[in-house]
């Protein structure tokens, strides 16, 4: 991996997902990155920089930075010195010495770490198995799938004896417990989504798979009965509990790899210094008028009164002038915030995020024509134009500590996962639905629906360096929310 990937999907029926991909650069201490957004928004939607305000466009992204979790698969987990391996140490160690904090909490690092990996490495192999052309290719890898993951978890589950004994902390054991029912519902759910694709397609021994499957979801949900384990789904039920939990865990599994993050506005002690010079020059404007209506106008008389009045309004006028001409000058050289990265109490690096408006005379050229409207979207824009959207993303992560933080996993990368609620831009649009004609025998007519959608076009710019990429999508939405994202290929730059 030598520079950034990305992947866009709709999240719900209200908000896209953009989810980055930053390599960390294993020969330098440092690595920077630089992502830009460019996203085209009919003027008929009614979002502008009066309508939509920099205080809006931070409120609807929803932002999390975490590490890329170790690439394993599956058959790797349970080796020697692998994940599993390493969580057996560290619940021996910690059966030996259950009052040293440090043992407590790698032992909490292990189980999660090992649910994070499980979690990749079900999805990475059952997506190979999609991917994969040949009908006894698919059959082999999914036989080499159900076998790994019976050892995995029966693997796990004779851990369970090594932590019960008298002298453990209650959270620890049931931290355990925690962890056992996640890999069950992972497994489960895998198994689920696989079952699911071999059915739409045709394989040799489909049936017999299918039912292979279907024993092993029966088990799990079997064992999580006889475990009391509340995730069960039940019919007839609104099966509240179980997606709550679901939620639950997987946050609290998946937190070992979130990094913390605290925010701040940046510029505010320049901003400040500006509005102070901003002050001042009025201050000397209105002083040196004074001075020279005193040389003028020797005593008090309605001359002066006015000069002074008229002085007065230039001088306020003076200042705010100077400063939306400062403050608008130093936007430019500065970003709205910055986020400080943090993992155990040590800084990894720092992102600066900035929004603006920007004209379309204002583009770049390489973004106009990547744009490339077709004749017909040129039509519509000389009618209605465009507002665009233009945010800038700076991040810099200090790839030595990210390895030293991660010694005993290679951690290769940092995923910035952003979701962007387009709500505001629903208010302005039209009903989702229109009533169109149809002819219907001799004579006759018939109403059809139509769907009513419009396009905002979505723009990346990112890279490290001199590395650049470009990528264009398109959002389809309508009142009721986004209904597609399709990926348009760009025109050479």
Known sequence: MNNVQEKIKIHDRYQFEIKYTYPLNQELPETDYLVETFIFIPNNLGVNADSYTK??????????????????????????????????????????????????KDYLYQLKMLCSILKSALRDEGDYIETCQAS?????????????????????????????????????????????????????KSLFKLQEYLKSIEIKSQEELCARIGEIIKNEIKYREEKHYPSLVRENSSNEEIIYRMRILKKIMG??????????????????????????????????????????????????????????????????????????????????????????????????????????????????????????????????????????????????????????????????????????????????????????????FKMVPGLCTYHINIILKYGMGDQKEYHKFRLVLNRDGIKRIIEIPCSAI
């Open 255 to 444: 937190s070992i790899l979130f990094l913390k993050t605290f925010t701040q506005t940046e510029g505010r002690v320049i901003e400040q210094i500006l509005m102070g010079l901003a002050a001042g020059m009025a201050m000397a404007f209105a002083t040196g008028m004074l001075f020279l209506s005193r040389r003028v106008f020797s005593d008090l008389t309605l001359s002066l009164f006015i000069v002074l009045v008229v002085s007065y309004i230039f001088k306020d006028r003076l200042k705010e002038l100077s400063k939306i001409y400062m403050v608008g000058f130093l936007k430019k050289y500065t970003y709205d915030y910055k986020t400080i990265l943090m993992t155990n109490l040590t800084r990894i690096g720092f992102c600066r995020e900035t929004f603006t408006f920007l004209k379309e005379k204002n583009l770049p050229a390489e973004i106009v024509k990547i744009r490339n409207k077709d004749y017909l979207s040129e039509l519509d824009n000389g009618y209605v134009g465009e507002n665009v959207i233009y945010s800038k993303k700076y991040i810099k992560i200090q790839s030595s500590e990210c390895r030293r933080i991660y010694a005993d996993f290679q951690v290769d990368g940092i995923h910035d996962i952003i979701r962007f609620n387009i709500r505001h831009f629903l208010d302005k649009m039209d009903n989702p639905e229109s009533l169109l004609y149809l002819p219907d025998g001799p004579g006759g």
């Open 136 to 188: 006894s290719d698919k059959h082999a890898l999914i036989e080499r799938l159900l076998e790994n993951i019976a050892r995995i978890t029966d693997g796990f589950r004779r851990l369970r004896p090594i932590i019960q004994v008298p002298h453990l902390q209650s959270e620890q054991v049931t931290f355990y417990n925690f962890s056992d029912e996640y890999i069950s519902l992972m497994v489960e």
């Open 55 to 104: 205080h809006d466009f931070y409120r609807d992204l929803q932002k999390y930075i975490r590490f890329k979790t170790p690439v394993f698969l599956l058959a790797s987990i349970i080796k020697e010195k692998g994940p599993l391996d390493r969580l057996k140490a560290e619940m021996t160690a910690l059966v030996e010495n259950p009052s040293n904090q440090e043992t407590g």
